[in-house]
């Protein structure tokens, strides 16, 4: 799949209780600084070593060979090619030194048996459902990928007048309604972007829509991005995007199994039962073909914000265009194969730091996620050869390959619900990688009490081009849009900036951890431009063309997901701190708050009053418990730093310290889930119901302020407030096992 | 020319003193409410009497018939086609009553002689310099108009690589020199939008651009906005900008006469001394043809929001196209004709309220300006029958129509530094109309003191087609904006929206009123989707087709300025109110404050500092005078309503209160004028250095924050504090009259 951007850090600085302590320079072979967060005086030299030889090992030809191997031929999962890839994995893992395995599960995947589509209105006109190849790769003449369709999508066929609808999000449906249109046995006809795909199909279903197409429109990842392939990295009229319908912001994973494990006898939901995925058929479009449809729609011109970049205005409809499609789906439970490999732990055995990675693609997948893939192989044979050299983590490190991600972070998901329990109280972190590889630019997400790990590891890493850190140049771009968007309160104008993780939403392998298990994860990747998602144009050849001709940066990724694991592993205090989580979660209560104003000024100027009058929060307790967490954090913060620095305690007692830091995000979890979505756990973090990808930090509460419900807000509240109180006081805990 | 979208108001709402008094219901008629602004509870009958005669007598069809006669032919200003339709003003306007004359001038003004352009790599192409004809428009197939070319255009040849500049801003050249690309010799291609096109050559002239290339990109108002003419309003790719390339924010007027008429005899500034227009030569050209030039660019893709509406990704250049133009002008001081008529006061005939609209066209100039034009005469002749039916208005009503404004607000400027002393003496409030109707929205700008003057008669007037007063419908409008845009400060959460008029900026003939001598004025016009400004589809076929077929809004906007003017030339006291300017100046710094803050962001975020450290200005004495000003002008308000509201005073000292409150804007104005622009001085307001329609509200202190210079901090600081205090001071002593 893929993840929304966001993110925030600091320069060769190590941030200690949100602040800067030192300046850290790089060494000259691009590693590593004095200090490191969570290690005692003692055992710095030791990981200092290791840290090097592990630096050493990752190399851009050997990546560059790993992501050849990967991307032979199209790998969607449950296919030859999958289980190869998973295979393929596995033995590598095990070549490395890793105690690697397949871990099968049996889950509901759906494959194309046929799909047609054709204008039949104002003209008959068959429209193209497979992708062009391009003369100068090889690769995109393949028919051995799947033609245009949608994971988990439905069988069934269509026909009726279109309907253009924008993005499909549910501001965009409801302003369609507004202009009076109905979307009954109408194909509604929307743009990718903005929201997970699923949820466009899902606003559309329960508007009675027969079906639903989303095509690729130029304004977003096509010609007005730039360059398109193959002359550039983007989008051409041809490509389309296939991917998951899958309703991902109710629960990922395999819709017939909701919060137990896909084993081959798991209970399942019946498949007309199942509330998770859609009912109606819908296809993925390219713009050249959408575009023969999108011209012959009349009715009025689209509202502000809806017009894409195709040379002409659009419109509405309904019609004249009328559609007609077919869509029969292969659909079955099938096998899977995640690979599962672990490094043991020498005085913490049962402490795990998970790596993860899917391995499924939608046909070649260079990018989404061999990258990802090839980055993970480099950064285990570099780990292996780490212990080769003698380094024993103090902690287990798991490094796992997932299969069906695209379908609905399905082994992820399968394995966490599997291990729920041994996770709970083993998972020190999780760190994920998807795409590795799009570009140069470090994109970094994740939980806040990361944030000083996850700088000064990028601290220590040089951009392959630039001459700085990768930290620095992360910070530098957060501060610009930090610069662009903070608002600027006038009675502390001179606010400075501090960098952030931004949260994890969903839309890749992490959900399961963080949303579900407690468990703190980072997500990161390089970034640039990149108009080939899920189209048969991700390939070795678009790779080598644009994203990472000399593969650098899969080599950098490779160090950074290994040197924070190294660390992880390695250190003696388990090196979270919590300053951080404060302030953002600070931020998040402001913008919270702001969303609250801005619904009531919102009624207050509409034509006719909302149906419920808007809520006005009562956000003081909220921010009362908020202080009393921030307290006991830069309490328990400084209290790490002068043990860290003052070197030493008992082993009994740093065992204890490390489990009382392990426990606190779980305090974040809550039994019964966020209000209508018992499988999301965490109190703080979700995807938001609207938007699957993006974050709804505070979900409860945001979607109360949405809703305008006081009930939902009160339960709400009060879960945050337990939550926050219990986090509070398991910092407490560890502070008194800190000193 | 044109003007910057803005505005803001209330419901049926007399607002009085900043606060809602009263909800004052639409009559059933269209006209109008109880209590009136400024007049004494004995006067208000015969008023209502008086405007009720005057709101009956304006017709669409009579609006439409002088559209029909105004649109007969291009009237460039000079030629014989505008000394034609400057007669047919002055005769109306004696039919309807008024004491009117032709007021010549001689100014320098261009016509094109020759113009042409080709590209000559990569391939040799003409490209037309001339619009298509629509088949359905006649007017469309003249070749009266001229072809493409600028006003104020230099003469000259020029052959070099084309650049692509984006708008032209000054913000778009910086960038591009960032980038390294220099423009010395070479053809800057910038589309129309964001700021006055002159100062697109003005930024490409001082960075030795050899000519500029000035295109009508389809996402500013092509098929990006809407359906194309002839099937909608918006441009379609062969129309063309005409337009003036004055350096606006430098003094509007006749070039080779700045600050002094320009009467036959008056001391001209040679041609090749003047600073306010172009050296080098430009042309405007259509998308249509543009597309072959951007076709042919190379360098790398553009920059974030350089992108636009053409189907392909944009490049920034140079060349490989190459192109060669050609301008030849016909440069001479020729006569130019307002037209100046007059409804003498009864009790104060040397107080003046002045309405104006110019009549020169670049083409048939069916929306600019004749559709002013048409509402201008209609409001005439609807003045005419009230003074027919028996009414005399206390002050002087002068009505001027103003040639040479598309040129740089010629025929106004000329004449108002020709009246200087007497309009300082006698003018109590300019009512500014240029384009009157393009659609059904109003738009409503200006100085704050007339606010809730402007308010109140826009709240007697009902939408012709909505329903609701067109007050009504610009507050919501005006809300809605407020509600996407204003900063929501969390220590005030629900500070109330309040309508404002937002500043003027220039474009213009209002700017030498406010501006340059210190007259509060208004501007307004009905808008909609307008796509073909300043080409010549500009016509009336247009105007029946797409912005008011049935001539509803220009008959509305006769109403609302005539009415306006009844009220500001009957009332007993001027009706003026203060508590909104101090509201919108405390806006207007706020927003200077967080400019400030931005600056210094920006700075420390910088990968290299700026040469001059940001400001961190001392706004505290700023915001001390600025409440020493809301203070007196709540005092004064109070105090006129209740004079008002209790009715009467002496007429001496009804007289003495009138010309306190007509001093009160004078105050703001500065000798020497603002920083570097003599001729602007009003200390307040100002169009932007670097924008040239839009306003910077305190445009002395915006400078210095912009170019972190001290010295003009401090300087202008000093003028902006005496101004507020000697306006503070102004607003004392007219209240000791109110009393």
Redesign the interface.
Known sequence: MSRLTGGGSALGIRLVAGCALALLPLTAGGAASEGRLGFLPASIEAQRQAEATFLATPTPEQARRWLRRLTEEPHVAGTPGDRAVATFIRDKLREFGLDADLVPYHVLLNYPKHVSLRLVEPAIQDLSLFEDGQVRDKDSFSRDAFPAFHGYGASGSAAGQVVYVNYGTEEDYKQLEETGVDLRGKIALVRYGKVFRGLKVREAQQRGAGAVLIYSD?ADDG??????YPD?P?RPPTALQRGSVQFLSLGPGDPQTPGVPSTKEAKRVPREKLEGIPRIPSLPLSYGEAEKILRALAGP?VPSGW?G?????YHVGPGPAKVEMVVEMDEAVREIWDVVGKIPGSSEPDAWVILGNHHDAWTYGAVDPSSGTASFLEAARALGAAVKAGWRPRRTIVMAAWDAEEYGLVGSTEWGEDLAKELSQKAVAYLNLDSSVTGPNLSLDGIPSLRDLAIEAAGDLRDPKRGKSIAELWT?KQ??EW?GQE?????R??SP?EPHLAPLGSGSDYTVFVDHLGIPSLNFGFEGKYGVYHSTLDSLFWMEKFGDPEFLYHAEAARLLGLMAMRLAGADVVPFRYAPYAAVLARQL?EL??F???E???A??A?KPPERAPLEPDFQPLLAALGEFRTAAADLDAALDALELGGGAAPTRLAQLNAALMAVERRFLIPAGIHGRPWYRHVLYAPGVTTGYASWPLPGLKLAVKEHDTAIWDGEARKVLDALEAATAALGEAKQLAH
């Open positions: 130029p010609y007005v991005q730039g360059d398109v550039g983007m011109n017009q970049g195709l040379p002409f205005a530098a501060r610009k610069n608002p600027i309160p006038l009675d104008p001179d900036f402001d708050r702001r609250a104003v801005q009531r000024r919102t207050a100027a034509d």
